[in-house]
């Protein structure tokens, strides 16, 4: 069956869309509906690069098949690029962890908004996320762009670099005890996204062993954000990390390990107070149109986030998103003066996360 409406072409293979979905969809795409994972393996080999489609949505009853040919439409030139979404009855853990293994946009499980589906789609296409990389989005042009104010940075300069002098002879026999700890670098670099999904170096005293970051993904079932039926948890903390050194436990626990971003302070990377800048595969899960607000404020060494649920078990993916979202529509300098006065209390954490 083909809708014919104006706009991007959306193929939508699969029985169960409703004459209320296809109306909503067909806004603003043209869909083209297959009922079965064979027809749309026949009309994907039939394509040209004049008739690809903008977006595949595809329902999951046989897993099998349905992810043999989305490695055929990763494996093709023509469509490595599409948007891929998955739809699905029920949440299915493994399902969702092979979703992301494959590097689809999106999975949904019922109940879904078709609405919010469709302003999802809408979002990866505007920005051009053909190809989940979350570089391609630090070279956009923004809707609105954050300009750090004067006095903001004003002090940001002073605090920092006042800190830091302060601290000096304090921070030099913390590097001098983890060279003796453990093998690596003193300070532990990496990218991070923040204000506008701009990328830089994050810099941290080093608190794990050399080669963590390729054990993460072996220790994803330990995340401290539980899965709330959305499809995928954009944050990662582990608990009780088994890759964190004896030294780097302390360090954690007492925020020691942050003073080195007061440097990114410096630099202008981000401000003493705003949302955390994240990884880039947490970023990357971070681009609907509901949860980007949070790049469109400025980003921080502490936040709403530290003074709120910080190591709290409780604390769930969407909780998080929620606060992140409302310090980048409501921060102030009132506001940043109280966050600053209660993250004290907050450096000391009770749990290992």
Partial sequence: MDYNYKGMRLVYCGTELSAESAEVLGQEYNIFHLDDPSKLEAYLSSLSLFSTPDV????VKEQEAVFAIIA???NNPLTSGLIIVLLAQQHDAKLRARAIK????????LPYQMEDLKDRLNFLIKFKLIKPNIEQLSVIKKQKEYIIPTTKRMFDVVAAGGVLLVLSPFLLIVALFIKLDSKG??????KRVGTGYKIFDFYKFRSMKAGADLELKNLSA????????SGTNAFVKIK????VTKLGNFLRKSSIDEIPQLLNVLKGDMSLVGNRPLPLYEAEMLTSNEWSMRFLGPSGLTGLWQISKRGKADM?????KKLDNFYARNYSVWFD????????PALFQREKV
């Fill in 56 to 59: 595949i949505m595809i329902e």
């Fill in 72 to 74: 055929k439409i990763k």
């Fill in 102 to 109: 494959a590097k689809i946009h999106d999975l949904y499980f």
């Fill in 185 to 190: 670098p003193v300070i532990y670099k990496s």
């Fill in 222 to 229: 330990l995340n401290q954000y539980a899965d709330d039926g």
């Fill in 240 to 243: 009780n990390d088994p890759r």
């Fill in 316 to 320: 769930s993916d969407t909780e998080r």
């Fill in 337 to 344: 003066m109280s966050i600053m006065l209660k993250t004290f």
